[in-house]
């Protein structure tokens, strides 16, 4: 059944824009400022003075903050740390004329995001608030990536029971939030299929000008699941082979994930050029394998890319799924031997329960609904609770 119909009635909760408070100091050019952050209709733009932001500063709530200043001088100084004196870690964009190093310095110890040099590149300015929300989101958001080592590793399996596990978990806590699960495979749309949310929106729009994602559009797209997740999934294959698909990607993804409290994505085995890119912002990578040499050492491969990518630690893990062991046999590869290969990046299994999946799949439900007492979904929980839930980022 298509649910695209029932996600845009009328009543249907509207997730809150990200908003960009822009402070006027006298600059000749805050209007060109004002007009980008205007344009960026996925922002909900907030204009003040920096004295009315003084006299009422509990009267505004940024996400992030622009300030066109026009040099670094103590005055300016003094209101940088006002702003951070009053708003804490919110994110701050300078825009300003060309600054020598010991001003750049100065801008740094009061930790600014990002400076950026008149004239200002639009996309340019776009990126930089882009990344300082998704940064400063960090604290509260989580993004957890579930990544085939091969095809068929049943890895998008996983990642739609973990955004079940996870929404289950948040309303046990009754915790505020909500999950996402996102379909990066749009060759396939998999977790569309396996949950019998295919979607027929059409992407045409933003394929050929992704700078038209924004909330409304990302709402649009929006198919919730009885069991509580929201789910992105969408067979386009255009969209693979698209000179566009990187931004797509990318634009998708700063939208939905400051959104919801976690975002799971399902990311093929397959290489793409945004796929560094995504792996580069997540909080917990999972590497889906199987028990056979070839999976493992596409593993390993993957292990050794994350590695290279440099940039804050993160947990990565790796579930080998499908495991079968008899009662008087062990494992067909040993333990002390993935160990040896795996190296320091710990491991878990995952059992196997072919008919159980397969009826799970022909009727389009979540495996809980199959049987709630699965040994699978107990092993996924167990490890859902003690590294995807448990994760912390590592400077």
């Known amino acids: 059944m298509n649910m695209i119909e029932n996600d845009i009635l009328p009543g249907r909760n509207k997730m809150r824009k990200n908003t960009v408070l822009v402070l006027d100091t006298g600059q000749p050019d805050f209007s060109v400022i004002a007009h980008h952050v205007e344009k960026m209709s996925h922002f909900l733009r907030e204009v003040a003075t920096f004295e009315e932001m003084m006299r009422a500063p509990g009267g505004y709530t940024p996400d992030i903050i622009v300030l066109d200043i026009g040099s670094v001088t103590a005055s300016e100084l003094e209101i940088l740390s006002s702003i951070r004196g009053h708003y804490g870690d919110v994110p701050i964009v300078i825009v300003s004329e060309a600054l020598d190093d010991a001003q750049v310095r100065k801008l740094l110890k009061l930790k600014v995001h990002d400076w950026l040099r008149k004239p200002v590149n639009f ?18 958001t989580r993004v957890h990536a579930i990544i085939s ?3 068929g590793s049943g890895a998008t399996t996983v990642a739609v029971s973990l955004s079940e596990i996870i929404a289950r978990r948040l309303a ?34 933003v394929i050929s000008n992704p ?19 929201i789910v992105y999934s969408f067979k386009r294959r255009e969209v693979v082979t698209s000179l566009n698909c990187y931004e797509l990607v990318l634009r998708m993804l700063d939208v939905v994930t400051v959104q919801h409290t976690h975002t799971v994505l399902d990311i093929p085995y397959y290489e793409t050029d945004w796929r560094q890119d995504v792996l580069s912002g997540v909080n ?3 590497i889906v394998c199987e ?19 440099g940039g804050p630690k993160k947990p990565v893990h790796v579930l080998i799924n499908k495991r079968r062991k008899g009662l008087f046999s062990g494992d ?11 190296g320091e990046t710990p491991f878990d299994y995952l059992p196997d329960e072919h008919d159980l999946m397969a009826e799970a799949m022909d009727r389009g ?8 007492s699965s040994k699978f979904l107990k092993a996924l929980t167990k490890y859902a609770n003690d590294v995807v839930l448990a994760e912390k980022v590592q400077a």
């Open 149 to 151: 080592a091969v095809g």
């Open 332 to 342: 067909r590869i040993p333990k002390a031997k993935l160990k040896q290969l795996f």
């Open 365 to 372: 439900v979540t495996l809980s609904d199959v049987n709630s």
């Open 123 to 140: 996309g340019e300015f776009l990126n930089s608030i882009q990344s300082g929300i998704r940064t400063s989101k960090q604290s509260s």
């Open 211 to 229: 700078s038209r994602i924004d909330s409304e559009f990302v709402n649009l797209l929006q198919q919730k699941h009885d069991h509580g997740m």
């Open 284 to 286: 917990t990578v999972t």
């Open 172 to 205: 046990k806590d009754k915790a505020n939030g909500s999950v996402a699960l996102f379909d990066l495979d749009f060759s396939t749309g998999s977790c569309g299929y396996l949950l019998n949310l295919t979607s027929g929106f059409n992407l045409d729009s």
């Open 291 to 309: 028990m056979n040499l070839p999976s493992i050492k596409h593993t390993m491969d993957m292990l050794e890319s994350i590695r290279e990518m």
